[in-house]
């Protein structure tokens, strides 16, 4: 049996997945930051930390309308 999906499933899916995929580049980033003291990865970590929060909170919502 094959299990069906909605768009909202898949939209929330990819939503989560962009999430954890701009999280992944803030500690990249943070580290670089550790490394180099270069400010602008400080920035951009921060920059990609706030994307990631974002993502998440629309693939919560995207989940949550899902009826």
Partial sequence: R???TTEQ???ASALY???LEAEL???VHFRNFLSTGNP???EASTKSLVDAFS???E???AF???K
Avoid: A, D, P
Wanted: glycine share 0%; net charge neutral.
């Fill in 40 to 42: 602008n990865e400080s």
């Fill in 2 to 4: 094959i299990l069906q």
């Fill in 9 to 11: 499933y898949h939209s």
């Fill in 55 to 57: 993502y998440e909170n």
């Fill in 25 to 27: 580049q803030s500690y």
């Fill in 64 to 66: 949550r309308s899902h």
């Fill in 17 to 19: 997945t962009k999430s």
């Fill in 59 to 61: 693939s919560f919502n």
